[in-house]
């Protein structure tokens, strides 16, 4: 087992820490809100990551595969959501004004995993490699659990750098233009999302 978790989490290693929808989401929901203030989505996100992934682990992967328009509507639902958001940002006040900001919770960060076909195909991939056809129950939460926690080691980084590089910037003068383009920047995720579906 020891040598099966090595493996995975080099394997994981650079699909989890590169830069993907849901990083840089995280670290656009850091540089907005701070590290502490995304604990709550991250949790969504991590706690919808694990309860996909044994779902997928013990069986519904095989009904992803055969049904693969099921990707392109996940796909379309998730980057409209994120491009919903990106409006939010786009329009926020000042930074530090959480007023009119986007409130983004427990439930957007899970609403991010469920609707983003990128973590799918990942999963998928995942257990192909490493869990081949056992349907063995303490091997699919075996790498279930490995997965969502190197996921959440990541985001946990990428929202930190996130945070940390905007108090380079957090006064009045610089405001709207980052809140512009955190809303840029999610409008892209969107798009990007959107094209990975088709």
Excluded: C
């Excluded at 650079?14 to 809100?33: E, T």
């Excluded at 998730?78 to 439930?107: E, Q």
């Excluded at 940390?164 to 809140?179: D, M």
């Amino acid at each position: 087992m020891i040598e099966l978790s090595i493996a995975l989490i080099v394997f994981l290693f650079p699909l989890a820490y590169s830069p993907g929808p849901g990083n840089l989401f995280f670290a656009v929901s850091g540089a907005k809100f701070g590290l502490m203030a995304t604990l709550p989505s991250n949790a969504g996100y991590h706690i919808a990551t694990w309860v996909v992934t044994v779902i997928l682990g013990f069986g519904f992967g095989t009904i992803v595969q055969q049904y693969p328009f099921a990707f392109k509507y996940i796909g379309i639902t998730g980057s409209v959501y994120v491009l919903y958001l990106a409006w939010l940002f786009f329009n926020a006040g000042v930074m530090g004004d959480t007023a009119d900001a986007p409130k983004i919770g427990f439930w957007d960060g899970a609403i991010l995993l469920v609707f983003n076909p990128k973590a799918y195909v990942i999963i998928v991939a995942m257990f192909t490699q490493f869990l081949g056809a056992s349907s063995d129950v303490y091997l699919v939460l075996l790498i279930s659990t490995l997965f969502t926690v190197n996921n959440l080691i990541a985001f946990i980084i990428w929202t930190y750098f996130g945070d940390r590089l905007i108090h380079q910037f957090n006064n009045e003068k610089y405001a709207s233009y980052i809140n512009k383009l955190f809303g840029i920047v999610l409008a892209v995720i969107a798009v990007w999302m959107l094209i990975r579906a088709f």
